[in-house]
């Protein structure tokens, strides 16, 4: 051969510039005497010719490996964790969040009280009297609330034989809720004016309004009690007791609840809906 030494390129690495980045290019040259190269012969081409298959083969073997073994970039991580919890049932999801709502949902699942019939028409009677023939409640009212409350427990002794404690704390449940639910939710626009002139400061709403408005309380009570923590037990009875409290009124209907409503008009402005 001509040239003592032939120059040959066996390895070159290049990185190139991306985002900026300072661009890097390794490469290196190696020479090889003319001994150490092998003649060109039939044989010596197809040997070559079998190498490079070779080499090729193992190379694309080695990058599908390269591809799936690849690990993920955080955009990637983040971006199935996004698609994991987009795939969660929403049904399951509400599940698990309400968990912590489970006193306040499930009192207020328990807690049902069944308002008998002709204890709705006289709803329905109060709703009329008020909102479309503009009148109101004569007050005082007699019996008021705190008199119903004294007769249940009258009666609750003599059927039962005894006083019990549960019964007196039951009612004076019901006279606190109803002292203090009175003039936020229980009344109607009309008779908002009516309430300032016969509740003066520190007398109790329930030594003045009768059962008119004791029943409007019944409705509410669900709702209110939904907010007090109270084990599933005490629920169940607490549910039976004012059930038969209100049987109890409608036991007592003719006397205590009017059949008309007379008195002066409401001065206030109008509306079918209680004010909150």
């Excluded at 669900?222 to 036991?251: G, H, M, S």
């Amino acid at each position: 051969m001509a040239l003592a030494s032939t120059k040959l390129r066996c390895k070159k690495q290049s990185y190139e510039r991306t985002n900026g980045d300072t661009s890097f290019i390794t490469s290196w040259d190696e020479w090889v005497g003319a001994d150490r190269l092998m003649k060109h012969t039939e044989d010596n081409v197809l040997k070559q010719q079998a190498l490079d298959k070779k080499q090729g083969m193992e190379k694309s073997t080695k990058s599908g490996r390269s591809a799936q073994a690849k690990p993920k970039s955080s955009a990637d991580v983040k971006q199935d964790k996004e698609d994991t919890k987009s795939n969660v049932p929403k049904g399951k999801k509400r599940k698990a969040d309400s968990g912590t709502e489970k006193g306040n949902v499930s009192a207020e699942k328990l807690v049902k009280i069944q308002i008998p019939a002709t204890l709705k028409k006289q709803l329905v009677d109060d709703w009329e009297f008020i909102t479309q023939q503009n009148k109101l409640v004569k007050l005082p009212r007699s019996p008021t609330v705190d008199d119903i409350l004294t007769k249940y427990l009258e009666y609750r002794s003599k059927k039962d034989g005894m006083m019990t404690d549960a019964v007196g704390e039951i009612l004076n449940g019901i006279r606190c809720y109803f002292d203090k639910a009175l003039p936020v939710i229980l009344l109607y626009k009309k008779e908002r004016q009516q309430y300032h002139e016969a509740v003066p400061e520190k007398v109790s709403p329930s030594s003045v309004y009768g059962a008119e408005h004791l029943l409007r309380l019944f409705v509410k009570l669900p709702e209110l009690i939904a907010y007090v923590k109270i084990e599933e037990e005490t629920l169940i009875r607490l549910q039976q007791k004012l059930l038969d409290f209100i049987k109890f009124l409608q036991k007592n209907q003719g006397t205590f609840f009017l059949s008309a409503y007379d008195g002066p008009k409401a001065s206030e402005g109008s509306g079918k809906d209680k004010e909150s």
